[in-house]
């Protein structure tokens, strides 16, 4: 009963948490000078410096449909479909999730362990007995950095993947730009487009908020640093799937 219990204590806490950290939101904006400073670099480091390995993924995943689903479909007089195809895995499923992904390897284990860190230190302590609160100038503008990045990069994965397969597609049928985008527009619906964002967003979410909750979690041994790292890798993980199931249900079930 005891292991039950424990993870969904964790789950209920990490939902009050968010709700103090969307509610911290107003503050930050309203007097949050001193934290822009964080904001903006926590923005730089998971949004402009993952831009690397997120146009590497998307142009190999863009290209893998085009390799793989041209031939095929090519064998049953359906190259149309490879339009959507191409929406339905870079836009749709593997751009937001893979990008969560990606954050949690980078980001949801700094910020965790950040965290840890200054707890360790006393430095949290430090903030409260001078009247800071450490919702609003150490959480917040962490929770909006990572979900503006999740969102900016899911747009960007989606872009790239979509013009890279456009390139590879010329290997093995050349075709004219307008045509190729137009069939591509005409594949693309507002659900498609919807989702991916809800999705984006959710991810950003649940990533900022289990790492900054597991962050806060630890007591006073500094071997529970890495521990925290390593409990929100695995609690984002296993949130961004259960919420990704849940959402890609929901589309089928009621967008699609």
């Not at 307008?178 to 649940?206: C, H, P, R, T, W």
């Amino acid at each position: 009963m005891r292991n039950l219990s424990s993870p969904a204590r964790r789950l209920f806490y990490n939902v009050g948490f968010f709700g103090r950290t969307i509610k911290g939101v107003g503050a930050f904006i309203l007097r949050g000078q001193a934290a822009r400073r964080i904001l903006i670099m926590q923005i730089l480091f998971t949004f402009v410096q993952a831009w690397g390995i997120f146009s590497l993924l998307a142009i190999g995943i863009g290209a893998a449909v085009n390799v793989i689903g041209i031939p095929f479909l090519a064998r049953i007089s359906q190259e149309q479909l490879i339009y959507s195809l191409l929406i339905s895995i870079i836009t749709r499923e593997l751009g937001p999730l893979l990008g969560a992904f990606i954050i949690i390897a980078r980001s949801a284990t700094a910020i965790a362990t950040e965290i840890a860190g200054m707890v360790i230190s006393h430095e949290v302590e430090a903030y409260i007995s001078i009247g800071v609160d450490p919702i609003e100038y150490l959480a917040v503008p962490r929770f909006l950095g990572v979900t503006i990045s999740m969102f900016l990069l899911n747009v960007y994965f989606s872009l790239f993947g979509l013009v890279g397969s456009f390139v590879v597609a010329q290997i093995f049928n050349a075709m004219p730009a307008e045509i190729y985008f137009d069939n591509l527009l005409q594949s693309l619906y507002f659900q498609d487009i919807f989702i991916s964002i809800v999705k984006s967003i959710a991810f950003g979410m649940i990533i900022s908020v289990v790492a900054i909750t597991e962050g806060f979690s630890v007591e006073r041994a500094s071997t529970e640093v890495p521990v925290a790292g390593l409990r929100a890798v695995s609690s984002a993980f296993a949130g961004c799937i259960v919420v990704d199931i849940l959402l890609s249900a929901l589309y089928y079930m009621v967008l699609r």
